[in-house]
């Protein structure tokens, strides 16, 4: 299985401030295709996951472009350009080059 | 708009069995691959199973392997998980995710249901 680590586990934010967080996996999540496999998620308080990023850096529909995502191979990172009070949450890695899909611990960010 | 309401959620005792349905609206529903993906109080994210868009091929986390079954109804919209023998550690709640067009990964998530197992 591909294993997904990301770091921190945790940030505090001061509002207007950027945030980044990164992602690892075990092997390349580069496919023959040339496409990347690697997906970032947003978990509000009581709320399910709802897609920020996929392919590495494509914003989802009705992501805000404070929200970027950069990397290949093994390694990629999630940008916050401005961090806003509603982007409090845990934010998990996603890889799906291949099965089982495997997400990483996830980072939690909250609001200083 | 893509909707996704999982039922069936309860509380069971452990050897029980449940079956979780998630209906789906907003989408051709039979063109894209669709998962279970389960989260156990306070934990992070576990992908269960996927089934691709014609029912054909299915796949399942080693920890569901041979209790869990994913299948589903395209006349109806309709995505089904059948949980055997279940165990304390599957308690969780338990969503259900619709495919991007080029990969299992999801892009819309429902709201989930809560399995509980205890006795």
């Known amino acids: 299985d591909v294993v997904m680590t990301q770091s921190p586990l945790s940030l505090s934010v001061t509002p207007g401030q950027p945030a980044s967080i990164s992602c690892k996996s075990s092997?390349?999540?580069?496919?023959?295709?040339?496409?990347?496999?690697l997906y970032w998620y947003l978990q509000k308080a009581g709320q399910p996951p709802q897609l920020l990023l996929y392919?590495?850096?494509k914003r989802f529909s009705g992501v805000p472009d404070r929200f970027s995502g950069s990397g290949s191979g093994t390694d990629f990172t999630l940008k916050i350009s401005r961090v806003e009070a509603e982007d409090v949450g845990v934010y998990y890695c996603l890889q799906s080059i291949q099965l089982p899909l495997t997400f990483g611990p996830g980072t939690k960010v909250d609001i200083k | 708009e893509v909707q996704l309401l999982e039922s069936g959620g309860d509380l069971v005792q452990p050897g029980g069995s449940l079956r979780l349905s998630c209906a789906a609206s907003?989408?051709?529903?039979?063109?894209?691959?669709m998962s279970w993906v389960r989260q156990a109080p306070g934990k992070g994210l576990e992908w269960v199973s996927r089934?691709?868009?014609?029912?054909?091929?299915?796949y399942y986390a080693d920890s569901v392997k041979g209790r869990f079954t994913i299948s589903r109804d395209n006349s109806k919209n309709t995505l089904y998980l059948q949980m055997n023998s279940l165990r304390a550690e599957d308690t969780a709640i338990y969503y259900c995710a619709k495919g991007t067009a080029s990969a299992t990964a999801p892009d819309y998530w429902g709201q989930g249901t809560l399995v509980s197992v205890s006795s």
């Open positions: 907003g989408f051709t529903f039979s063109s894209y691959a």
């Open positions: 092997q390349s999540l580069l496919h023959s295709n040339g496409e990347t496999y």
């Open positions: 089934i691709g868009g014609s029912g054909g091929s299915t």
């Open positions: 392919e590495v850096s």
